[in-house]
Nanobody, 124 residues
Framework: QVELVDSGGGLVQAGDSLRLSCTAS????????ISWFRQAPGKEREFVAG????????NYTDSVKGRFSISRDNAKNTVYLQINSLKPEDTAVYYC?????????????????WGQGTQVAVSS
């Protein structure tokens, strides 16, 4: 069992940076790949970035490559999403999720645990 708490969102201006955090309870945190998804108003929840349990492997959706960076500190049970050069189209609720089944990073069905979400709003 893993419980996830997302934090770090806020209202920012285009070009600013944010670092989102996903903090987990549970002793087996390092067993789980963790991903960030986002959901904009009226749109489907979409995969943004993922990181393996060890932190050695990462995966990003094409639209955020070069601006987003995912990392983790297993000693702190925390995964981070660094977002640079924010754009208005990055406005969304961002969710972290723990991957509990093998399969595509982008497939929501393979994630058994979700955070509550943190709102990111980018003004132009």
């Amino acid at each position: 069992q893993v419980e996830l708490v997302d934090s770090g969102g806020g209202l920012v201006q285009a070009g600013d940076s944010l670092r989102l955090s996903c903090t987990a309870s549970g002793r087996t945190f390092s067993n789980y790949p963790i991903s960030w998804f986002r959901q904009a108003p009226g749109k489907e929840r979409e995969f943004v970035a993922g990181i393996s349990g060890s932190g050695r492997n990462t995966n990003y959706t094409d639209s955020v490559k070069g601006r987003f960076s995912i990392s983790r500190d297993n000693a702190k049970n925390t995964v981070y999403l660094q977002i640079n050069s924010l754009k208005p189209e990055d406005t969304a609720v961002y969710y972290c999720a723990a991957k509990s089944a093998a399969g595509s990073w982008a497939q929501k069905d393979f994630y058994g645990y979700w955070g509550q979400g943190t709102q990111v709003a980018v003004s132009s």
